[in-house]
């Protein structure tokens, strides 16, 4: 149940950046009807997200430093999926 709440807010959010009846908005709305069919099968989602702070010095970090940080701990993450036999899924960009 936690699982779904989170996926539907997660949706409503992502439409809201798009324009109701362009091409955009339609490739979500389907996408992500293809992807609620899975939803019964995760039994854990772990959602790691970016959001860009300024530092002490008054300047946020390098984007592109900030990114690789976060794929770098991605991949940590399937690393010890793997080894624990545990499958995994990595998408990115929301969609």
Known sequence: AGVQKFIEMRNE???KLLTRGTEDWERATRKIASKAKHVPNVSHLIAICLKRIVGSKGKPMPEWE???????????????ATAAGVGAYWSSGGW
Not at 66 to 80: D, G, K, P, T, Y
């Open 13 to 15: 959010e992502n439409l």
């Open 66 to 80: 900030e990114i690789s940080s976060v794929a770098m701990a991605v991949q940590n993450m399937h690393l010890v």
